[in-house]
Every structure is written in C-alpha cells, then in structure tokens.
T-cell receptor, first 117, second 111 residues
Framework: GAVVSQHPSRVICKSGTSVKIECRSLDFQATTMFWYRQFPKQSLMLMATSNEGSKATYEQGVEKDKFLINHASLTLSTLTVTSAHPEDSSFYIC?????????????FGSGTQLSVL | QKEVEQNSGPLSVPEGAIASLNCTYSDRVSQSFFWYRQYSGKSPELIMSIYSNGDKEDGRFTAQLNKASQYVSLLIRDSQPSDSATYLCAVIKAAGNKLTFGGGTRVLVKP
C-alpha cells in the first residue's frame, strides 16, 4: 500500500531555533498534503493545506510566517517551525492525499514529536 | 457547535463485549465519513470509511451512517485489549476537501 514517510520522528530543541519536518509520499504522487498538530489528549487540528507548486492555505489562527510550508514537488512537503517556543511543543502529523485510482484516500505519516525547551 | 463531536470517554468495556462509539456532525453537505484508531504517540490509522446510509461491516468493525440524523457510529465486536485506543471520527464535506476530526473517544478494553 501507499506509504507516507515523515522525519524526524522526534525533535528536542532550544527555544528560538527553527525545526524542519519532512513529509514524503513514497510510492505515489501527492498533489495535496495536509499538516496537523495534536496537543496531548486532544484531537488533530488541521494547520494548513499544502498544494504542489502553490502557496499553502492556512487555517484560521495559524501563523503562516511561523509555520512555513513548502511543497516543491509531488512527493515532498516540508513544515518549518520558525523560532520555536515551548508552546509549540506538540505532535505534528502530515498526511497525503492519494491519486484518484487510490480513491483519493488520506495516508498519514508517523508523526513528529516536537519538544521545545 | 463543533463540526464533529464525540464523547471523549473513556468508554470501558469488558473483553469480548461490544464497544459502541457515536459521532455527530454539523454540516449536512458532508459526504465522506471515516473512523480512525490512534494509539498513544502514534499517528491515526484508518479503520473504516463509509459514504452512504446504512451499515458497512469489515471484520469485527461495523460502521453505521445516518445522514438524516447526521450521525455515524462504530461498533467493535468481540473487543480485545489491543483495541484499547482513541477512536477518531472524521468527516469530509466534499470531494477533495479537508478532513475534519472529532475530539476522539478513548476506549479501554479490560481483560
């Protein structure tokens, strides 16, 4: 089946540093990728929708200058958390929408646990 | 009103029993409905998808959709301790649109 690879799985960083998270679709081309954030004991909250070759669409309340999304190819989207602070500590999950022949199902990455000290 | 609502639980069921989870959604134009299972610290994994009214069965899982009442449910038969997880209901309003998750229901299956 389709696989979405997300790296790194865990990041611990100092406050003020920037962290880049990669999301790759390994055996299909993903024109659309989604980035979610999940705080402990809460559900997944959509941060932004990333379309290949165009600017990402951010959900209300998500700072586009803080969470930079790049979707330069059909198999790779990156999320950069700039100047991370402790309140950005969360579980970040990407998902990629499969092609029509796969029913356009969503496939999830394994997630990245970000801890900002 | 939240777009997708679930009882947070925990829903405690004895091993071998049926676990029944419910989910309601607010937007009538919603077309696609999903149940995901999420273990702590892991990403969600798809259990069931359902698109039309009625029941859909897959192994020990049965999803039920009632668009008129705007609810979707999940039954887990012969519950096992390994079924202990958080179950997320998710809805897509229209094809190609974003997936909106409910808050999740935590299920505990006791041996």
């Amino acid at each position: 089946g389709a696989v979405v690879s997300q790296h790194p799985s865990r990041v611990i960083c100092k406050s003020g540093t920037s962290v880049k998270i990669e999301c790759r679709s390994l055996d299909f081309q993903a024109t659309t990728m989604f980035w979610y954030r999940q705080f402990p004991k809460q559900s997944l909250m959509l941060m932004a929708t990333s379309n290949e070759g165009s600017k990402a669409t951010y959900e209300q309340g998500v700072e586009k200058d803080k969470f930079l999304i790049n979707h330069a190819s059909l198999t790779l989207s990156t999320l950069t958390v700039t100047s991370a602070h402790p309140e950005d500590s969360s579980f970040y999950i990407c998902s990629a929408r499969g092609s029509p022949d796969r029913g356009e199902k969503l496939f999830f990455g394994s997630g990245t646990q970000l801890s900002v000290l | 009103q939240k777009e997708v609502e679930q009882n947070s639980g925990p829903l405690s069921v004895p091993e071998g029993a049926i676990a029944s989870l419910n989910c309601t959604y607010s937007d009538r134009v919603s077309q696609s409905f999903f149940w995901y299972r999420q273990y702590s610290g892991k990403s969600p994994e798809l259990i069931m998808s359902i698109y039309s009214n009625g029941d859909k069965e897959d192994g020990r899982f049965t999803a039920q959709l009632n668009k008129a009442s705007q609810y979707v449910s999940l039954l887990i038969r012969d519950s096992q301790p390994s079924d202990s997880a958080t179950y997320l209901c998710a809805v897509i309003k229209a094809a190609g649109n974003k997936l909106t998750f409910g808050g999740g229901t935590r299920v505990l299956v006791k041996p």
